[in-house]
């Protein structure tokens, strides 16, 4: 079982940036893909950025041009960067490793 600790949520207004993390800790047994998926209030838990063991990159729809994701496999640890936020944004971000394992979550409101 791999521990997934998420940070860097917060309150910013329209237009504004947050860097979340993600640090995976506990048994690992491969460098496996690791995603980024959201949940707003009433709605479904959808990916809105994937990661691959090779570093290959996925987006929805609506995050691309605006967030980047990355990791640093020495650290065990991925990073969203979401840049010219929207309210349209706001929601529970989770980490996911390997299709399998889940954070708990970090809140991102975006104002305005």
């Known amino acids: 079982q791999v521990q997934l600790v998420e940070s860097g949520g917060g309150l910013v207004q329209t237009g504004g940036s947050l860097r979340l993390s993600c640090v995976a800790s506990?048994?690992?047994?491969?460098?496996?893909?690791m995603a980024w998926y959201r949940q707003a209030p009433g709605k479904q838990r959808d990916l809105v950025a994937r990661i691959s063991s090779g570093g290959t990159t996925n987006y929805a729809d609506s995050v691309k041009g605006r967030f980047t994701i990355s990791r640093d496999n020495a650290k065990k640890t991925v990073y969203l960067q979401m840049n010219s936020l929207k309210p349209e944004d706001t929601g529970v971000y989770y980490c996911?490793?390997?299709?399998?394992?889940w954070g708990q979550g970090t809140q991102v409101t975006v104002s305005s």
């Open positions: 996911n490793y390997a299709y399998r394992d």
């Open positions: 506990g048994r690992t047994f491969s460098i496996d893909a």
